[in-house]
């Protein structure tokens, strides 16, 4: 079975251009996460999805921060304009949605380096 | 509010000696808890998780923590460590009666030399 994946694994960019992030959860996951991974430190969660809706994204920086998942599968997260403090690991997670406790399975992340 | 602090950021061993990765947690409702795993440029991988019923919890590839309710402490454990074990861990909480959010401890590195 195929895990999380996500597109691309690394991005260089200059500060103030956009930038986005794919992910395609495990078959079946009706919940998708998006985390922040700082550089030494645990992920934070920036936004929870069941299927298609933002059920808690009161960590997502929305002046710069975006994140859609159209038709409750795929997602992406985009950073327009991106700032040099962005720099970090962007990881994606999926579980099956149904109990409380359930295992979230991660991607290899998007490790982002704005300059 | 919840919060995980995990006591040390780095723990040097020697293969196939004993180590115990430290964690405690802080929150006003019931947990669920949980260890991961990350190997360098890999995702996490979860190691094992308490959620209720006996608080020696048993994982993969050895590791076994146990749930300390009046300590609030959650620490991980493994009798003999290999070289494959060298890895940051995570330890992590979410609460009980709210969705899948996970908060995070900082990680400890474990470094297992020959």
């Known amino acids: 079975e195929a895990g999380v994946v996500q597109s691309p694994r690394y991005k260089i960019i200059e500060k103030k251009q956009p930038v986005a992030f794919w992910c395609n959860p495990i078959?079946?996951?009706?919940?998708l996460y998006w985390y922040l991974q700082n550089l030494g430190q645990g992920p934070e969660l920036l936004i929870r999805y069941e299927n298609e809706e933002a059920v808690d994204d009161s960590q997502l920086p929305k002046d710069r921060f975006s994140a859609e998942r159209l038709k409750g599968v795929d997602s992406t997260l985009k950073i327009q304009p991106a700032e040099l403090g962005d720099s970090a690991v962007y990881l994606c997670?999926?579980?099956?949605?149904?109990?409380?406790?359930?295992?979230?399975?991660f991607g290899p992340g998007t490790r982002l380096l704005v300059l | 509010a919840q919060s995980v602090t995990q006591l040390d950021s780095q723990v040097p061993v020697f293969e196939e000696a004993p180590v115990e990765l430290r964690c405690n947690y802080s929150?006003?409702?019931?947990?669920?808890l949980f260890w991961y795993v990350q190997y360098p440029n890999q995702g996490l991988q979860l190691l094992l998780k308490y959620l209720s019923g006996s608080t020696l919890v048993k994982g993969i590839n050895g590791f076994e923590a146990e749930f300390n309710k009046s300590q609030t402490s959650f620490h991980l454990r493994k009798p003999s460590v290999h070289i494959s074990d060298t890895a940051e861990y995570f330890c992590?909480?979410?609460?009980?009666?709210?969705?899948?959010?996970?908060?995070f401890g900082q990680g400890t590195e474990l470094s297992v030399k020959p």
């Open positions: 997670a999926s579980s099956l949605g149904r109990v409380r406790g359930e295992t979230q399975y």
């Open positions: 929150s006003s409702v019931s947990v669920y």
């Open positions: 992590a909480v979410s609460e009980r009666n709210q969705g899948g959010k996970l908060i």
């Open positions: 078959s079946g996951h009706n919940t």
